[in-house]
């Protein structure tokens, strides 16, 4: 599935990226479910859907959202509701190409959709993922599918090339706060490239590879589905952050019950009460004063 040059990218840059991941009548059938979601949530005037293992709302709303002007800017775990997502990341080219990388046993840890439609403010503060999910040994790997064409003008992604082989506090005054502390920001813009693409290329993305984007100052829709996976005998250290009734599941190869032990050192996250990836790191979300 991944060349040879495709991997030594990954394992050089902390990232690669690989075209035509999902067909075109894939991603119109996640983006009908999508569609959906965005049409009921102009029913809501704040974040909605406790229906997850910890209660916290599926469905993120930026502030300023309104049934007038829906700004739906997350789903969290779309698996959960839609065998759709099931399909397309439980099942063929997606959990192939991460076993290629960290493989062949490869299991699912959560997922969700990020949404930056034009005239929303949503950014993503730099950081790493592995702080959120801490795990015995750093074989994880998030891959993030274009929905949409993907360009500077619409808030694409940035990755820091090589930033997977450094480590930096997600933590301020003992307390988590999902990102890297801001000073370092004009560091990492310096240093970021940002990841392009046509809609249905797939971006593979090291644990611990630093990354971030502003907001879609476009016309143009960015839709983008990420899903974390790590080796089967990548054991947790806490609990999920964004927990779904499918962690841990099989998606390639075959599980383990023996933990590969390679972490030396790891901040352990605080729990925190926000239901918001956003809010975490600063956004408000609609209905909030
Ligand atoms: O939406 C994006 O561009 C990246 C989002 C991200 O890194 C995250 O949700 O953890």
């Known amino acids: 599935m991944l060349s040879e040059d495709q991997t030594n990218h990954f394992w050089e840059h902390g990232y690669v990226v690989a075209s035509a991941a999902a067909a075109p009548e894939v991603r119109e059938t996640l983006l009908g479910e999508f569609n959906t979601w965005r049409e009921e949530s102009r029913e809501h005037d704040a974040n909605y859907g406790f229906d997850t293992v910890d209660g916290k709302a599926r469905f993120d709303l930026e502030e300023g959202h309104s049934a007038e002007h829906p700004k739906l800017r997350r789903v969290a775990n779309p698996v959960d509701i839609s065998e759709a997502y099931r399909r397309v990341l439980f099942e063929g080219t997606i959990p192939e190409m991460v076993a ?96 392009e693409g046509n809609a249905g290329d797939v971006c593979l993305m090291h644990t611990w590879t630093v990354h971030g984007g502003g907001p879609n100052r476009s016309n143009k829709v960015r839709r983008l589905l990420i899903c974390d996976y790590n080796a089967a005998d990548a054991f947790p250290l806490t609990t999920p952050a964004i927990p779904s009734p499918h962690n841990g599941r099989i998606v390639h190869g075959k599980s383990t019950r023996i933990a590969r032990l390679t972490q030396t050192e790891v901040e352990i996250r605080t729990p925190y009460k926000d239901d918001s990836f956003f809010g975490l790191t600063g956004q408000k979300a609609a209905g909030e004063s």
Do not use: W
């Open 100 to 195: 290629d990388l960290i493989g062949p046993d490869v299991k699912f840890h959560h997922c969700k959709l990020n949404i930056k439609m034009p005239g929303m403010d949503t950014r993503v503060e730099y950081h790493q993922d592995h702080p959120y999910d801490p795990h015995t040994n750093d074989d994880m790997v998030a891959i993030l599918l274009l929905l949409d064409d993907m360009s500077e003008e619409n808030g694409c992604l940035r990755v820091v090339p090589g930033s997977h082989c450094e480590r930096y506090s997600h933590f301020k005054d003992d307390e988590f706060t999902g990102m890297t502390t801001p000073e370092l920001y004009d560091n990492f813009q310096a240093r970021s490239v940002p990841v």
